[in-house]
């Protein structure tokens, strides 16, 4: 008993320990300060294993076949 | 009668998962949005997306549908969880539970398993998967890409080896089940009128350096790392090289990887993408490197999608665009792959060696659950090309597609759970013998980075410097 309450301790303690490191992070280092707030603003799930998860991968898709066929090829 | 096995049960209940959504959301409004989007197509500024935003593009049912399989996942929270539940939450997550047990409970009667004993233990690892979700929409984690496949096996291995696993739960843990019957439903999103969004520089990029990478990396660590099993190596160059966690499911699946295997692969793309979703954009911001390059260079080598997007939109919305577009081809060639490497698979690295093998015998070891993962490809790509683009966008991509990709991430998650319940440390440690998967991972990263790069300025800049110019307009 002594060690399942433990290992559950020690598990919900590394979860609290490992979202603080990363909101400290978000907070501190200016390079993920940046990356967070883009994802925030853009509602970004970073974690969508595939383009149909992602809106903004489904729209990326139609704004480059537009752009392709809409628009005259610039200077070479 | 012939026997059902795991990979034609998965054929079945995924098909009878993508029928429910054709019905519900293509058949039934079909008349109606077809009339109104065909008036509104005229109208000066219209937007497919916008339109379908608007409009309440289905009907009663997939709405209930699609708030069911939404809503049955908690919602975000920063620092307390309880904020993540809802009676809309309790509601949803009853419903769905009961159509996935009834559902597989059928699936395991098929399979001449005990259908009560599979509904009692699929409670437990049900909750386990609403627990994952749970874990993944804390913000930190979410904003890290620490997604519910990572947080399902980490529960799952936290309960086998902490607290045991309890007996009752044993009968529902069927992880190549819900693997499979998920995959059924990741062939429907394998649409290969995308193959030319961008042309030939999409092409080039993703359906060239891939598989060259994929190949080299399975070579380096057959031949130079001696890596003994195949299935870890193979399934590893696939992850790095293709599209990650997906690309490893599908892998895994298809040469029947073992379930510490697949989660070896995961957790080392997991990582490794969280690590190049923040270090790649800042790199190629401080180089000063070209949008369009930047994004071509992050959509073929960033594991998932959600990643690219995020270093995509860093760099800026072309870049963002270009990524984007290029994983997404990228997300295409896991039909092929699946399908080459059960071949493979079949016909050559399962061969006792010097011994031929005939038709029947090859047919007998095939993977079955590939032809209804290319079988729901195959009907989906048909069916988008049949529509107009805008009526396929509506009621297949935001509709249908909607429904049977969320429904593919409960798969997952529960194949991930049942994974992390059925596994021990002992055995996950034992893979990572000499740190051989690490090296493979990244010398393989490291190729891919430098082929794609290489691929990627000579398309968009050498050989069709028109489209780049077009894609920056």
Redesign the interface.
Known sequence: MKVKVTGLLLFLAGLIVLQQVIAFGNQRIEVLEMQSAVIKDRDIDPSALFYTESRLALAAEKQMRHKISAAPAGPR | MAKWTEDTAAILLGFVIIALALAAFLVAPFDEVNASLIAAESRAGFS??AWSEANDSGNVVTTFLSDTVNGARPGRWGLNPLSAFSIDFVFSAIVLFFFLAILFGAGSLLMRRRGDEFIRGFVFIFAIGILAYL??N?L??????????LWAIVLGL?VS???GVPRFVRPALQPELYIKTGLVL?GA?VLFG?LL???LPGIFVSWVVTPVVLVTTFWFGQKILKISSKTLNITISADMSV????AAIATAAACRASKEELTTAVGLSMIF??VM??AL??FINAVGMPEVLGGAWIGGTID???????AG??LGDTA??????I??IQ?ILIGVLAFAIAVYWTAKVDNTQGRTVDASEIWHRFPKFVLGFLGASILFSLLIEMLNTNTA?VLV?NGA??FT?DMR?WL?CLAFASIGLSANFRELKSQFHGGKPLILYVCGQTLNLCLTLFMAWLMFYVAF???T?????
Not at chain 2, 320 to 325: D, E, H, K, M, P
Request: glycine share 12%.
């Open positions: 497919v997306d874990l993944a804390q930190e984690f979410r904003g890290m890409g620490l997604g519910y496949e936290l080896n902490v607290f990741l999103e995308k969004a961008i042309g599209c990650g966690v997906s993408t969280a979703m923040v954009p800042a998932a999608t959600g990643a690219v997007v995020a939109a860093f963002l665009n270009v990524a984007a577009t994983k997404m997300n966008t991509e597609l909607d990709s991430g997952f410097p028109d489209i110019a077009r894609l920056q307009g």
